[in-house]
């Protein structure tokens, strides 16, 4: 029970982080597709500051660091997604899907550059990246959580007062619901569109870093984030692009994502099943549950839909 309880606030933290991104792009009109690979950088880029000033600087500065790296490189990656959506207006979901496979590509040819030159090039360069992540890492009696937890939390408490309880969060909300209304009366849908895109690619490279860093001390980047992406954007649907929802929806795929993790040391291995059936679950839960709700969604009305000032 304690094993599933670790691994169930650890991937909720994860989906609901990169979740609430997902909201924040889509309320502002812009579909994110691209969280995957937003995740992909925003935890390269993390690592990588564990990796080369892990065991120099003090480990408070270090956690900071790394989370602020994580996060502006998950901006600078989805700014690609908002130039091509909103100032080219490209198809979304195409951009998305390039730049999911493009992160991916991305981190393996740095990576590998990066150990090619750290082993002085002999012999065939890996694509994992080592690092310590015991700063990250905290014990309050026999439960272990991380920091991110943490973190998600007061986000998650902050995305609820900015969209619903401030003037810039009815703002943003109105670019993805009636751009040309919001439009009449001096709102720049341009400009909030690209800030519900940048502040996705906050969250996502944020829970890029989150997803990595708590349970190993290796990664090997040829995976990019297995899908966690996507199954964010599952939470994101399930949970009606509201953040509380969200937060409901992440623990409960969490549980199903968990239990590949604890299959071998609990009563589940006695079943004899698959590891891969075990993470394949939160998968096809999605696809079961989607599939009930999805005609019930209220998605923003003028979400994926290029904004033309000319039109009316």
Known sequence: MILLIKYTLLYAVVLMLVALGGMFSERSGVINIALEGIMAIGGLAGVF????????IPAPAMVALAILTSMVAGVLYSLLLAFSAITLKADQTIGGTALNMLATAIAIV????????????NGAASAKLSFDNSAFIYKIGPFTINI???????LLVIASLFLFRTKWGLRLRACGEHPQAAD???????????????????????????YIVPSVSTWNFEVGVAGAGFLALAVMIFGQWKPYRIA???????VFKSLANIADSTVLAQLGWSKNVYSMMPFIASMIILAFTSKNSHAPKAEGIPYDKGAR
């Open 49 to 56: 500051v564990l990796s080369l000033f892990g065991a120099t």
């Open 110 to 121: 740095i990576v590998k550059a990066y150990n090619n030159s750290a082993s002085s090039g």
């Open 148 to 154: 991110f937890i943490i973190v998600g939390i007061v």
């Open 184 to 210: 009449s009366v001096g709102i720049n849908v341009y400009r909030w569109r690209y800030t519900g895109v940048m502040i996705s690619g906050a969250l996502g490279g944020l829970g890029g870093l989150a």
């Open 248 to 254: 409901g929806a992440a623990l409960f795929f969490a």
